[in-house]
């Protein structure tokens, strides 16, 4: 039986919140919704970092498979280095967009998914006052992902922080990015030189960099037992 249910679990998407083997075959957690006739349909539940895991991988494979030079002709002066089509440049530029949003989303939601009704974090208060002590869902909402990685987990989890070192640094190479996506600035909205720093010249500055490989080393930091959908997108 259990070979059986070693096959049936292997034929299964990476992207389920929750499932294992169980009695003679597989067992899920599901949710039934309606449909839009109004019909009631049920399904396993599915994860959402690991949703976001799999379109930023996605969306990896595509963009560095793309060679950013080419994207831009040569014209003579005074015209010089320009797109004669720009459609590909935007489709290249959604790419890294989709990359960057989406690994970023995937540290969020693993960070919340962490945090159960009965955690309880204690934050430090400036002025020498005593720490105030939050609890489940206060702390989801009311604390930045920053200070979440950084002293909420670690105390909740009883684990190191991961502050510090090269994976933090990467984190925040990431964060910065996905903010500037977030929050574009003056500078992203206007024309400007090659001099001014915009983030669509960071985007096309990317190389090679994973950043969904970035997400995962972060949440495995938090899951050191693993999560099937983490184990199954490492290689995605």
Not at 28 to 48: H, N
Not at 75 to 81: A, E, F, I, K
Not at 140 to 169: C, N, V
Not at 179 to 199: C, F, M, N, Y
Request: aromatic share 8%.
């Amino acid at each position: 039986m259990t070979e059986r249910q070693d096959r049936l679990l292997a034929q299964e998407d990476a992207r389920f919140f929750a499932i294992d083997k169980g009695g003679t075959g597989l067992f899920m957690l599901a949710t039934t919704e309606k449909l839009p006739d109004k019909s009631v349909a049920g399904f396993g539940l599915p994860s959402g970092p690991a949703l976001g895991l799999n379109l930023a991988w996605s969306a990896h494979r595509k963009r560095i498979a793309i060679d950013v030079n080419a994207l831009f002709d040569l014209h003579p002066p005074p015209q010089g280095t320009w797109p004669d089509n720009h459609s590909p440049l935007f489709d290249y530029l959604e790419l890294a967009v989709t990359e960057i949003i989406f690994s970023y989303t995937a540290i969020e939601g693993a960070v919340n998914e962490l945090i159960t009704p009965l955690s309880k974090y204690h934050r430090s208060q400036k002025g020498g006052r005593p720490p105030v002590v939050m609890v489940g869902a206060d702390i989801e909402r009311k604390i930045s992902l920053d200070e979440k990685l950084k002293k909420a987990l670690p105390e909740i989890l009883s684990i190191k922080s991961p502050a510090g070192g090269t994976m933090w640094k990467k984190y925040s190479d990431l964060q910065e990015l996905r903010d500037r996506l977030v929050h574009l600035k003056s500078i992203d909205r206007r024309a400007s030189g090659p001099k001014d720093e915009t983030v669509w010249g960071s985007l096309l500055r990317l190389g090679t960099e994973a950043y969904p490989a970035i997400a995962q080393q972060m949440i495995a930091h938090f899951y050191p037992t693993g999560r099937r959908w983490l184990d199954l997108l490492k290689s995605a």
